[in-house]
């Protein structure tokens, strides 16, 4: 019996983060006798995070590619593809779009390149230079991947990729690991919290472009709103990453040490959710948030920025609200609207769930991938 065709997914970075969590839940559910794998990560490989892979079989590849240019790290990447001998490359966003033309070079048949979200320096998507690598390397790539409508729009209209390549699929969320629980699920939080009026939570890496900052600083302009109500909410913030140590200075400045508690990157993300009784997320830019669906798999309503594909997935007055990016204060009086009316909560949290069963089903994206797969790879 011969071998399932090999695809090698090419990233920048093997490690904790939304994209890479996609690619793990993708590999995880495509089954073996169809298709094998190989992660290659231009820069590193956590083997930490290796440990969400559920096959044993996918083989792992660091390129090591040093910061800027590093012709080297091309050449190893082509005598990688030599020998993997891949039917196809799936790259994905700027970081990694040029092993696609590596990959043209080694002989790799058909060549994919999703994209999840735009450069952390290029957040509109407009930067002269990075459109012309873009433009440069599509006639070496058969089919874009774009996780969201705005994404897929962008690819079309302002990078100018022809229509007949480009196709649009949500990432899926597992509905049995992320769920909402009956009764009280508060044990995982710190004891001083767990009596709080409401549990207002994020999830995410600590960088600039996720903006943890201004949920700290909405954080304590609702402190204030509801000064002498009665209402005691606190902040939960999942992750870690280079923002730390502005956010942790951030809440000590504004005194809020004993409401907030960075946890740090967890495993246990749908249990620390669980314990949450509303999310956010205040994003400056975003592709399809996983957070966002997982939140609202758990029965949590969401209040997210209105950037990128948030607004394909937050439905405002139903499922939560959609605030101005790096706005506070606008931040501030949507949290107040749920914290002071816990039937609000319930029934936004209740329809983003039904929302998740309905249209982002972990097997509806797998499907979808596997169809371009497929059509490549006959």
Known sequence: MAEAPLIAHVLHRFDIGGLENGVVNLINRIPPDRYRHAIIAMTDCSEEFAKRLTNSAVELHAIHKKDGKDP?????????????KPSIVHSRNLSAVEAAVVAALA????????????????????????????RLCQPFIHRYICVSKDLEQWLLSTVQIPA???????????????????????????????????VIG??????????QLTLV?????????????????????????????AVEALIVELGLGDAVWLAGARDDVPQLMQAMDLFVLPSKAEGISNTILES?????????????GNVELVLPDKTGSLVEANNPKAMAD??????????????????????????????????????????LCP
């Open 72 to 84: 080297a790290a091309f050449l190893r990447l082509w005598q990688l593809y030599r020998k993997l």
């Open 107 to 134: 002989g790799v048949p058909a060549r994919v390149h999703g994209e999840h979200g735009r450069d952390i320096h290029d957040i509109d998507g407009l930067n002269k230079k990075y459109l012309l690598l873009r």
């Open 164 to 198: 007949h390549k480009v196709g649009q699929v949500y990432n899926g969320v597992d509905r049995e690991r992320f769920k909402p629980v009956v009764g009280n699920a508060r044990d995982i939080l710190p004891p001083a919290m767990r009596s709080a009026s409401c």
């Open 202 to 211: 994020t999830v995410g890496r600590l960088q600039e472009v996720k903006d």
């Open 217 to 245: 600083r909405a954080f304590v302009q609702l402190r204030l709103n509801l000064a002498d109500s009665g209402f005691y909410p606190v902040l939960v913030i999942v992750g870690d990453g280079p923002l730390r140590p």
């Open 296 to 308: 609202m798999a758990c029965g949590l309503p969401v209040v997210a920025t209105a950037v990128g």
């Open 334 to 375: 949507t949290l107040v609207n749920y914290v002071r009316d816990a039937q609000l909560l319930r029934a936004h949290g209740e329809a983003g769930r039904q929302r998740i069963e309905q249209e982002f089903s972990m097997e509806a994206m797998v499907s979808r991938y596997l169809a371009v797969y497929d059509a």
